[in-house]
């Protein structure tokens, strides 16, 4: 078996992440956010190995459970009534809970999933980590950092559903959350432990250097949005040269942004397709099923998941590290639409704009409704064009000659019956 590879540090460019050893990796997670409460054993040990399969190398998930982030209650137990603390301090841990993380910890190694791991989130901050003092808080990342500090597989994390006090717009967390998510930072970092952290701010659209105050400390922007993806993530690679990262979109079955329908297999896709081909270094899935209701283990595959596994191999089979998103016109030079706003509230399937990368010979386009779109021969390395179908990014694509004019039109119904294709053509070296 080829060794696991694990998301380690931030590539050169300052565009990706790369792994242990230093070779660019593509972010493909899932959002199993309640799992160190919820989950068996057994379960997590199921979990994990059904994502290796389905291509999933990274998850989301709290260390902690509180009622808002799929936990069981506000004092972190577990399903089975483990407490991770005694008398709630949280310098005294229960080790029969901590042996249990252990083991979920190492369950994700051996499968190659690196957990993006909240030791503290902007959900138990107001439960178990009430009454903790700066000193404890401090004190307990430190210990986190010294637990898990051999583990290969983790990227640090905090915040979640977080409006701290300089974000523009709406910012009513309270002051002592970021106190506290601070006291933990420095806490991990006092260990000399410098993997990657950043934090998760607000919706419905947020990247981490939002914040002032978080923006120094973040490693890379955590884009969270429920609106079309291209628009946070292009704001947020145009912003910072660090990776701007998909971290959280709409949940597949739930409907994130009011008045918009439940999230189906072409919203992810264009999540996902969208994202790429604007910057991000890859994509975070989540479904209704982060926070384990009965019979989770029967829903884990789904047709989108298969869906987005295969966009996953298309992108990882191009030099993705080199994509460049590209705004232009002078590939695509009509048909593409028009992009939304900055602060335009609109959801996943009310634009139709098309976003497109450049790198490494190659443009990718993704085109998410039926048009003719107009590109200038001129600037191709072959008069060719191959059209993919995104709900099967694998299967051989649609090769058609571009003429003259240039114009060249999505071909039908793809093989999920949506409008939306993937364009590819190659450039001059």
């Known amino acids: 078996m080829d060794e696991h590879r694990y998301v380690s540090a931030i590539g050169a460019s300052g565009r990706y992440f790369t792994d242990q050893h230093g070779a660019p990796i593509f972010v493909f997670g899932d959002s199993p956010w309640a799992g160190m409460s919820r989950w068996s054993p057994e379960q997590a040990k199921l979990y994990f190995a059904d994502r290796e399969a389905r291509g999933f190398n990274a998850s989301i998930v709290s260390l902690v459970g509180a009622p808002d982030n799929g936990g069981i209650d506000g004092e972190g137990r577990t399903f089975d009534g483990i407490l991770p603390f005694d008398g709630g301090d949280v310098t005294r841990w229960n080790e029969s809970y901590w042996q249990r993380v252990d083991e979920y910890v190492r369950a994700a190694c051996a499968h190659g999933n690196t957990l993006f791991l909240y030791p503290i989130d902007g959900w138990n901050v107001s439960n178990v980590f009430k009454h903790a003092t700066l000193d404890d808080t401090r004190r307990y990342g430190a210990m986190v950092a010294q637990r898990y500090g051999h583990f290969p597989n983790i990227v640090w994390m905090t915040g979640g559903d977080h409006f701290p006090s300089d974000l523009p717009g709406r910012h009513d967390s309270p002051p002592e959350h970021d106190a506290k998510f601070e006291q933990v930072r420095q806490g991990i970092r006092s260990t000399g432990d410098a993997r990657p952290f950043s934090i998760q701010l607000g919706y419905p ?94 829903r884990l595959d789904t047709p989108a998941v298969a869906q987005l596994g295969r966009l996953r191999q298309f992108f990882e089979l191009l030099d993705w590290p080199a994509l460049v998103p590209d705004e232009s016109a002078e590939v695509i030079i009509g048909g593409r639409g028009e992009p939304v706003g900055a602060g335009a509230e609109v959801g996943i399937m009310g634009s139709d704009h098309v ?39 694998t ?31 190659r450039l001059p070296a």
């Open 395 to 425: 299967a051989p694509a649609v090769e058609v000659a571009v003429d003259p004019s240039g114009e060249l039109t999505t071909p039908g119904r793809n093989s999920a019956g949506g409008q939306d294709w993937l364009l590819v053509l």
């Open 205 to 298: 659209t947020s990247q981490s250097t939002d914040s002032p105050m978080w923006a120094p400390h973040a490693d890379f922007n955590f884009v969270y949005t429920y609106l079309p993806t291209y628009r946070a993530v292009l704001d947020a690679y145009q912003r910072d040269r660090m990776p701007a990262l998909l971290s959280e979109a709409n949940y597949e079955g739930e409907n994130n942004l009011p008045g918009t329908p439940v999230t189906d297999d072409e919203v992810l896709r264009r999540q996902m397709a969208w994202a790429v081909t604007s910057g991000s270094p890859g994509y975070f899935y989540g479904s209704d099923d982060w926070e384990f209701h009965p019979g989770w283990e029967g």
């Open 355 to 393: 976003t497109a990368a450049r790198g490494g010979g190659s443009l990718v386009a993704y085109v998410p409704t039926t048009r003719t779109l107009a590109v200038d021969p001129a600037k191709l390395a072959q008069p060719t064009a191959r059209w993919v179908d995104p709900a099967d990014a």
